[in-house]
């Protein structure tokens, strides 16, 4: 089997590969802000293991929306898939290309080098004819999964301040621009308007082609005029759900430097002392 370059895979890469025991498909689950309740197809891809977002992969003692959780209770919480060190994940969610770079990111986070998102989501799987089944979860056998925390991929509140002066690390915020330049109204009740110091604004759905992302070329046109190619770039959003879809773009365009500021908005923009401009 032939490991992708890019850290999306297409529905043809997954059709031709995914009864290879080695790879393990997860359906990333995350409500959309706003979402109706029956957001949810209520349909899966076969053999999916669901990945709760917001109930096992967020910290819960944390008062931010699903924050990052600790290298060993992210280990164990993996394990309970049944993912093994040696899987291929292949990732998807039922938007399209919404919360599956979210789970994406925290794999990388956690030290798992083959784990991939699948350009278009179920949406694109459904809408090119593939089987689906009743979206149906059952327990899986324990995992070996360790997790190995990689402090590259992740800021918080004090790497960002620490850096909203260093011309070599370009903050890119992925909400609207109204949100970003504070003339609309923030979706989470208390939060300050407007964007950070030094900030860049890139909002998440430039990135997105639909379900998709955009081709490779048109995500290095996009990113070329927002960052140089070696500098370190950090992404943030409402709560580090869409900035996520940025982190995967810009590897996907060619960047090898990025992070994600976990807390994003939900923290920097609560009342306080932090840095806000408009």
Not at 88 to 95: N, S, T, W
Not at 105 to 126: C, I, Q, R, S, T
Not at 174 to 195: I, K, L, Q, V
């Amino acid at each position: 089997m032939k490991i992708p370059v890019f850290p999306t895979v297409d529905i043809k890469w997954l059709l031709e590969n995914i009864s290879n025991p080695a790879v393990k498909v997860l359906e990333s689950k995350l409500k959309p802000i706003g979402a109706k309740e029956d957001w949810e197809s209520g349909y899966k891809i076969p053999g999916a293991v669901l990945l709760d977002i917001e109930e096992d992969f967020s910290d819960k003692n944390s008062d931010l929306p699903h924050t990052l959780l600790s290298e060993e209770e992210f280990g164990k919480a993996a394990q309970r898939l049944g993912i093994n060190q040696s899987d291929i994940l292949v990732i998807y969610d039922q938007v399209g290309v919404y919360s599956s770079p979210r789970a994406w990111w925290m794999f990388k986070a956690m030290g798992h080098e083959n784990v991939f998102v699948l350009d278009g989501g179920f949406p694109a799987w459904e809408k090119a004819g593939q089987k689906t089944v009743i979206a149906e979860w059952s327990p899986m056998p324990q995992g070996n999964f360790k997790a190995s925390f990689q402090p590259q991929w992740f800021f918080d509140t004090q790497n960002v301040l620490d850096n909203l002066e260093n011309t070599e690390v370009q903050i890119l915020d992925a909400r609207s621009a109204g949100r970003f330049y504070g003339s609309a109204p923030e979706p989470r009740a208390g939060m300050r308007g407007g964007h950070m110091p030094n900030a860049g604004n890139l909002p998440f759905d430039e990135v997105l082609n639909g379900h998709f992302l955009k081709s490779p070329r048109e995500l290095k046109t996009i990113f070329a005029e927002k960052a140089k190619i070696n500098q370190k770039m950090v992404m943030t959003c409402g709560s580090g759900v869409t900035a996520s879809i940025l982190a995967l773009a810009a590897i996907v365009a060619g960047k090898t430097n990025v992070a994600v500021y976990d807390g994003s908005w939900s923290e920097w923009g609560r009342p306080g002392d932090l840095p806000v401009v408009l």
